[in-house]
DNA sequence: CTTCCACCGGAAGTACCGGTAA
DNA sequence: TTACCGGTACTTCCGGTGGAAG
């Protein structure tokens, strides 16, 4: 190796190109050190952030202390269930209370055991057993066991430790379907079969219809407390943008305008508290790197289109190689003509372009499904058409341009 | 009124993968 | 080594179905 660039600290000099590069770097670095940041602690509006103040929602937090509050004497606490929209506050609330809870109780002394799981972090119904079990310090390996035996090693560490667990399962629907799964039921049967330890259970929700889905008997006998987050209202989402706001930023560079405007677009999206602190981060973020002296609603403007399109370019770049050829046909069919294709042409297309890379096509049902997917992911629209004597089909429509597909399909290889 | 097209989408089964236990 | 585990991707099979044409 040469070295060329090292040594040039000690005053050799560099040859060529790195002059160059040298000092485009140098430029962006010393642009850096001569502009002071807008941000104070960045941090602060980062999703994980766990705040010391938690604003609008003293029903929530009063009702979930209340439900854990009869385990610091020594009794049995309900299981519970939370739910509401994305953004509404159930995480925050939930993880702030657990945390004082736990502080408590260790100042009492008393034997009270708190597992937080996030159930999309783990993935599945089994991983989510495994937390558990490592949680209760009790080693399990993270495939290959039988469910049965991860539940039965459970109960053994939930009993071996006596006293209270406290387990609440976050983001639940992400591994259990109602009926599908006895993960539910299970857990809370536990206590039946154990002696000295009890296992309370508190659930999370997003979904609204999760709710539903699980049948009223099921619900009513496993869950006797349940607490319903409201979205934030504009109002409410000001207030809260702003206190972290005046925690993250330098003093006046966001105006009251920005905050206002940010807060009713997050509003205006069924109330969601962490779209409005990611648009004001990605807003400062972008106002900071034009070297701007305040964050502006031309900002946040450039923050949505900024997080969209990157939304966009993740999903893309995470779809298996047939899902981007489904949808490379679509878009390229959609383009050409200016028209919907049918699923029955788009899935010709698919097969064509399926040969000419030398893959076998899948067959037409797996090409359904991935187009229910795609336009899951919002990647396309296909709506049910019925053209009488002629069948039925879905005209699908692509959301995204050839040229971004072909773009995900070449880092492919 | 019936027929019949061009699909739809649920259910069940198969194959495979990375892993464990004995 | 063998038998088995959960999870995922895919296939096979097949009973629907809205509405223009006849």
């Known amino acids: 190796m040469s070295g060329d660039l090292i040594e040039c600290e000690s005053g050799l000099l560099p040859i060529g190109s790195a002059v160059l590069c040298l000092d485009l770097v140098e430029a962006v670095f010393q642009q850096a050190l001569a502009t002071r940041s807008l941000f104070k602690r960045r941090e602060v509006l980062l999703p994980d952030y766990e705040p010391d103040c938690i604003l609008h929602r003293d029903e929530e937090l009063r009702a979930f202390a209340q439900i854990l509050a009869p385990a610091l004497r020594g009794d049995r606490i309900l299981n519970a269930m939370l739910f509401?929209?994305?953004?509404?506050?159930?995480?925050v609330v939930a993880r702030y209370v657990l945390r004082r809870f736990a502080s408590v109780a260790r100042a009492q002394d008393r034997s009270v055991r708190v597992l937080y799981v996030?159930?999309?972090?783990?993935?599945s119904e089994y991983k989510v057993l495994v937390a558990m079990c490592r949680g209760l310090g009790v080693d399990v390996p993270s495939t290959g066991l039988a469910k049965a035996?991860?539940?039965?090693?459970?109960?053994?560490?939930?009993?071996?430790?006596?006293?209270?667990?406290?387990?609440?399962?976050?983001e639940v629907d992400a591994v259990y379907r109602p009926g599908e799964s006895q993960l539910l039921y299970l857990l809370t049967r536990m206590n039946e079969s154990t002696r000295r330890g009890k296992l309370s259970l508190t659930i999370i929700s997003n979904s609204v219809t999760f709710k539903e889905l699980m049948d009223a008997r099921e619900r009513s006998a496993l869950f006797e407390?349940?607490?319903?987050?409201?979205?934030?209202?504009?109002?409410?989402?000001?207030?809260?943008?702003?206190?972290r706001a005046e925690l993250a930023f330098r003093e006046s560079v966001v105006p009251e305008e920005t905050l206002r405007y940010c807060a009713a677009i997050a509003a205006k999206e069924h109330g969601d508290a962490r779209r409005a602190l990611h648009l004001l981060r990605v807003a400062g973020e972008l106002a900071d790197r034009a070297g701007a002296p305040q964050v502006t609603p031309q900002h946040v403007d450039a923050a949505i289109a900024a997080v969209d399109r990157q939304v966009v370019r993740s999903?893309?770049?995470?779809?298996?190689?047939?899902?981007?050829?489904?949808?490379?046909?679509?878009a390229r069919l959609c383009y050409q003509r200016g028209s919907d294709p049918t699923?029955?042409?788009v899935f010709a297309y698919y097969a064509r372009l399926c040969r000419e890379r030398g893959l076998r096509p899948r067959n037409e049902r797996t090409f359904r499904s991935i187009?229910?997917?795609?336009?899951?992911?919002?990647?396309?629209t296909a709506r049910l058409e019925s053209r009488g004597r002629y069948g039925r089909t879905r005209r699908i429509h692509a959301l995204v341009t050839p040229e971004e597909v072909e773009a995900a399909l070449c880092s492919e290889r």
């Open 84 to 91: 509401g929209l994305p953004g509404t506050g159930k995480t």
């Open 118 to 123: 996030n159930c999309r972090v783990e993935g």
């Open 149 to 170: 035996e991860l539940y039965a090693r459970l109960f053994r560490a939930v009993d071996a430790r006596g006293g209270a667990v406290i387990a609440v399962l976050d």
């Open 225 to 243: 407390e349940e607490i319903l987050f409201h979205p934030y209202t504009f109002e409410q989402l000001y207030d809260i943008l702003k206190h």
């Open 315 to 330: 999903a893309l770049a995470s779809l298996p190689i047939h899902a981007k050829l489904v949808l490379l046909a679509v």
């Open 343 to 345: 699923s029955g042409e």
């Open 371 to 380: 187009v229910a997917n795609l336009d899951l992911y919002g990647l396309v």
